[in-house]
Structure formats: C-alpha cells, structure tokens
C-alpha cells in the first residue's frame, strides 16, 4: 500500500500534461501512487495517460465522463490507496522535492493537514507565497484559537491565512474524504476554500510549513481571467457550500470574502467582458440589487479593513454604480 496518493484531474491538458506527469514521477519521495482522471478530454489526454501507465506501475488512469473538478477529485479518492492525499492540476508541474518534504514533516508530527505555499510561475517573473499563519504544528485546541479565526481572512479585503488551494497540502485520507461529502460537485468557483475549510473543521492537528514547490503556471487563457456572466450565480453556489459551516470566527471571514469576490465579479464587468459603459453599467447593477449581493453587503463585519476597503464595501452598499466604474 503507499503512503501517499497523487489525484491529478485532467480535462484537455495534452500541452501541458506530460510535463506535469514527469515532474511528479521525478519526485525524490518514491512511495506513491499516481491516479490520472480524466474528466472526458475531446484531445490526446487520455493517450498520453494511458502511455505513462504502460510504463510505470504506480500509475492509476480512469476515464470518465465530464463533470467537473470536484467530481473528478471525488472519482480520484474513491480509488486512492494512500494514508495521505495530494493533488497537482494537469496544466502545473512540482519540484522534486516537494512530496519527500512535505511527507517528511507528516511522519514527525503526525499530522491530519500539512500546508505549505506555492509558486506563481508568470511569463516573465515567479512570486512565492507562502501562509501567513506561522510556521509549525497547531493541535485541536490550537486550530480552532490560533488558525481557524484567520485563516480565509488573515488581514486586509482577503489575505489568506491559510492558502487554500488543495495542491498546497497534503490531507490525512480519512480527513479528506469525510470532508468531501460536503462539497456539492456544482462549486466550480472557490471550490478549493470549501474543501480546506471543511477539511480543517474536520482535523485534529495541522502543520503549517514554509516550504513553496509547487508551481501555479500563470496563463494569458486560464479561466480565472475569462468573463463569466454567471458567476455571481457560482458565487452564491459557493456560500452556500460553506455557511453550513457553524463557527461564528470562521462565518465572519466567510462574508468578507464574499464582498471581495463580488467587488472582483463587477470588476470584470468593467476589465474583461468587452462591455461598453452602458452595458457594464446594467450588469453591475443587476449584482449590486441581486438579493444574495444585497444579504452579503448587509452581513459583512467590515470594522478591520482598511479604508480603502472599507470604500469599496460602501460604495457596493450604496449602489454607487458610477464611482465603482471609475474606481476597477
């Protein structure tokens, strides 16, 4: 049995693939398996999957039907063998030491969560980020005094304390898995808040780690830069997921972080839908008078942010269209 499983979700990822398989068979931790979905690709994926596991026996392929991210990861635990779960998306690539690391401070704490940071790979620079909650081990009572009161919402409009991308963890199995029953398969924006956060709710121990190998390649076409008219929709879908949660400190994150992504859906409106005034002036209204904006505005705590987000709350507030315009 290994100790650690690898879920890769793939869907169209032929460019990039075989440099993301590579940098994970390269790795100098050995014992895992590595368990490639493929989530109904139209181009060569699924071959190249399949040539890699012709070659290496610690390879899992499944070919599935299209359903998304979260059902993908899902479909990946189902088959997972490993005390621990790691995830790497299909378009990113690690260094080689990053699961013998992370593993390594696992096995000393025995920990349910060890979290670390990553690496923004743009065209022409990298950033590494790393978690703003400090480096060591948090036990039960430690999580819910000292992490989970700052760890969507750190400091400023959103400065995770946490990171939340699941590909900067590696989870207890169990954890994990108990975890993932709360995640509708609908989520496709945020998912990875909602996974860590129940996750966490779920765990007893947490390392965190300053430790950045996974690279997050910045592309021009990534869908986090595409406009999507319905995503304030997959805003209200995401809250949804995670005000199940009852703990009052993390819930009062919960809604800051609402606000911020809502202000960023109208700045798309404005940056990246090709709008002109007029048009992106009535789809910022329709966010600003949609009752789910109008519930968040409404909640949100916003005494700890800065004044310049605290201006940017109000406008919203206040419906003040034009301002806002001025200032995305």
């Not at 890769?8 to 368990?35: A, H, K, M, W």
């Not at 063998?81 to 995830?87: A, H, L, P, Q, R």
């Not at 991308?165 to 808040?193: C, P, Q, W, Y």
């Amino acid at each position: 049995m290994p100790e650690l499983s690898i879920i890769v979700p793939i869907y169209n990822g032929e460019e990039f693939l075989c440099r993301c398989i590579d940098s994970i068979l390269s790795q100098q931790y050995t014992d895992f398996e590595l368990i490639l979905i493929d989530d109904g690709s139209t181009d060569s994926s699924l071959l190249i999957c399949n040539r890699y596991a012709e070659i290496d026996s610690r390879i899992v392929v499944l070919h599935k039907e299209n359903a998304g991210l979260v059902a993908a990861r899902k479909s990946g635990l189902s088959l997972a063998k490993g005390e621990y779960i790691g995830f790497v998306d299909c378009d990113d690539f690690i260094d080689d030491n990053m699961y013998l690391d992370l593993m390594s401070v696992a096995r000393t704490d025995n920990s349910d969560i060890v979290a670390g940071g990553l690496i923004y790979d743009f065209v022409t620079q990298s950033k590494w980020q790393y978690p703003c909650i400090e480096e060591g081990f948090y036990n039960e009572a430690d999580l819910k005094d000292k992490v989970i009161p700052k760890m969507l919402v750190h400091s400023g409009f959103v400065n995770y304390g946490l990171i939340p991308g699941v590909v900067t963890k590696i989870f207890r199995h169990s954890v994990l898995e108990k975890a993932m029953l709360n995640i509708d398969d609908e989520i496709t924006i945020g998912e990875d808040v909602a996974i860590t956060a129940f996750s966490i709710m779920n765990s007893k121990s947490l390392s965190v780690v300053k430790i950045a190998a996974y690279h997050y390649v910045q592309y021009e076409s990534s869908m986090v830069r595409v406009f999507n008219p319905q995503r304030l929709k997959k805003i209200s879908k995401l809250y949804s997921g995670i005000c199940k949660i009852e703990n009052e400190n993390y819930q009062k994150q919960v809604t800051i972080y609402m606000c911020y992504l809502i202000f960023n859906a109208i700045a798309a409106c404005v940056n990246k839908s090709g709008y002109d005034k007029i048009e992106a002036k009535k789809a910022i209204t329709e966010i600003l008078k949609n009752s789910f904006t109008v519930r968040v505005l409404k909640e949100a705590d916003i005494s700890g942010l800065s004044f310049k987000n605290k201006v940017k709350v109000y406008l919203m507030r206040h419906n003040l269209t034009d301002i806002i315009m001025l200032l995305v």
